[in-house]
């Protein structure tokens, strides 16, 4: 709720401040901003579940990127050099989980000297050049390209159709399973909150953006479905399987969840693995924003995936957190970026701005859970 609150007036502050900000081409750049840091969030609220942290998981995204790239400048087709991109990160997640969890060396010193080896590790992918342009049409379309008109409709209804779906299915599941259900109105209201935002998300981004008439931009970008398949696929991990149950048992009382059973190991080497994965994604759409790639590309991305995770209301000491308050957290963060660069504020105090944001969250985490803890007492 404080970082939902915080979005608001973060957008209603900037609107007034700067004539542009509410524009329908800077609404829509917003979400083209947001996207490679709220996947890269995902990733690391797995992380924080479990009261772990992956600092690597930036240059994770960066090797990725310089792989797609190298892939693409080879003449390997484009969903191949995805598909290599992806599989680093599906690599280096297994080999993070691996040493955590077997060795038992804690995350922040493994992904620490992982942060600090594979910027040596991107270095020797890109070469002497030190940056490769995009040329793929494929992979630029997913930041710089649109669905139409028509298509935008099309995904708002299917979105809506599986929103009620899931949530009717949901309490069915529950009632089967003899398990108390919330009000039939909770879901009613969710399901109009859900409609009414989508509604007024997909009409202003079917607005014309473009001010050469000759060039028309319309349309939702194709990095919004990307992000909100993603985005439904792992809130389905967490909060409809096993696997999910697990990394919040483990997050909340490690060894209470090893004697009940719980392979501890195994949901670690998993976490960090699906961790890895979204960050080797974050780099692909990042690539595909930018429209190049260097050897520096990543390194300071995961401050910012664990500040968007943080300031969405994901807690820093385990057992707490979903997928949705990384999206919020995202969008505050870009927010921020946006509305300051639109007002010609200099990085410094976007990164002042950020910090203090970013220590504000961590604060009300801590004193909620001193708060509980005494509770508890």
């Given at each position: 709720l404080p970082a939902m609150i915080g979005l608001i007036v973060l957008a209603i502050l900037f609107s007034i401040m700067s004539p542009v900000f509410l524009t329908s081409l800077n609404f829509?750049?917003?979400?083209?901003?947001?996207?490679?840091?709220?996947v890269m969030a995902m990733g690391l609220v797995f992380v924080l579940i479990l009261a772990e942290i992956d600092l690597s998981a930036g240059v994770t995204a960066?090797?990725?990127?310089?792989l797609l790239v190298i892939g693409l400048n080879a003449q390997w087709h484009w969903a191949l050099a995805i598909a290599i991109a992806v599989a680093s990160g599906v690599v280096i997640g297994y080999f993070i989980g691996i040493i955590v969890s077997k060795v038992g060396i804690p995350s922040f010193v493994v992904t620490l000297a992982c942060f600090l080896a594979f910027q040596g590790l991107q270095l020797l992918i890109i070469g002497s050049g030190g940056l490769y342009r995009i040329e793929s049409s494929e992979i630029l379309a997913i930041q710089n390209s649109n669905l139409s008109i028509m298509q935008g409709w099309i995904f708002y209804l299917?979105?809506?159709?599986?929103?009620?779906?899931?949530?009717?299915?949901?309490?069915?599941?529950?009632?089967?399973?003899?398990?108390?259900?919330?009000?039939?109105?909770?879901?009613?209201?969710?399901?109009?909150?859900?409609?009414?935002?989508?509604?007024?998300?997909?009409?202003?981004l079917n607005l014309e953006r473009s001010s050469n008439k000759a060039f028309p931009i319309h349309g939702v970008p194709i990095v919004v479905p990307v992000v909100l398949a993603l985005w439904v696929f792992c809130t389905f991990i967490l909060d409809r399987t096993k696997f999910g149950r697990y990394v919040y048992a483990l997050g909340g009382n490690p060894e209470a969840a090893r004697r009940a059973g719980i392979q501890v190991n195994n949901v670690k080497i998993?976490?960090?693995?699906?961790c890895s994965t979204l960050a080797a994604i974050s780099g692909i759409i990042s690539a595909s924003r930018i429209g190049s790639v260097d050897a520096s590309m990543g390194r300071t991305m995961v401050?910012?995936?664990?500040?968007?995770?943080?300031?969405?209301?994901?807690?820093?000491?385990g057992?707490?957190?979903?997928?949705s308050q990384a999206v919020i957290g995202g969008f505050v963060i870009a927010i921020i970026d946006n509305g300051l660069g639109l007002m010609g504020f200099n990085a410094g105090i976007?990164?002042?701005?950020t910090g203090g944001v970013l220590l504000l969250a961590a604060s009300a985490d801590a004193i909620s859970r001193k708060r509980g803890n005494v509770v508890v007492r």
């Open positions: 829509a750049n917003l979400f083209n901003q947001a996207a490679a840091l709220i960066g090797v990725s990127a310089a299917v979105s809506m159709l599986l929103l009620t779906y899931s949530g009717f299915a949901a309490r069915r599941r529950r009632s089967r399973n003899g398990q108390p259900n919330r009000p039939i109105t909770f879901l009613y209201v969710k399901i109009a909150v859900a409609g009414v935002l989508g509604l007024i998300i997909v009409a202003a998993a976490v960090f693995t699906i401050l910012s995936g664990i500040a968007a995770a943080v300031v969405g209301g994901v807690s820093l000491f057992g707490k957190g979903r997928l976007n990164l002042l701005i």
